[in-house]
């Protein structure tokens, strides 16, 4: 079974950093490229990321693009995301989801205080 889970969330002051990871089971992780999505309480989701299958293309959109940083290593199966510049508007729920949005993670949930 294809299996995605994220973990990595917790709670963190503004302006901190995480790194939110997402490992992935069941399928030939590096033939696919991956994605991140969020999504906020009461809010639809948001597109965050995406990775080509090699890793060596991201892509953000242009509200997130200089504090988000998504990378993986095909070795290790292993998603990751890192967050700087944490602000109150980055609390979230936090999917990786395999490219073609066709299976999804738990979430990992990302508070940030102010």
């Known amino acids: 079974d294809v299996q995605l889970q994220a973990s990595g969330g917790g709670l963190v002051q503004s302006g901190g950093s995480l790194r939110i990871s997402c490992v992935a089971s069941?399928?030939?992780?590096?033939?696919?490229?991956m994605t991140w999505v969020r999504q906020a309480p009461g809010k639809a989701f948001e597109w965050v990321s995406d990775?080509?299958?090699?890793?060596?293309?991201?892509y953000y959109p242009d509200s997130l693009k200089g504090r988000f940083t998504m990378s993986r290593d095909n070795a290790k199966n292993t998603l990751y995301l890192q967050i700087d510049g944490l602000q109150p508007g980055d609390t979230a729920l936090y999917f990786c989801?395999?490219?073609?949005?066709?299976?999804w993670g738990q979430g990992t949930l990302v508070t940030v205080s102010s």
């Open positions: 990775i080509t299958s090699g890793g060596d293309l991201t």
């Open positions: 989801a395999r490219g073609s949005y066709d299976y």
């Open positions: 069941g399928f030939i992780f590096s033939n696919y490229g």
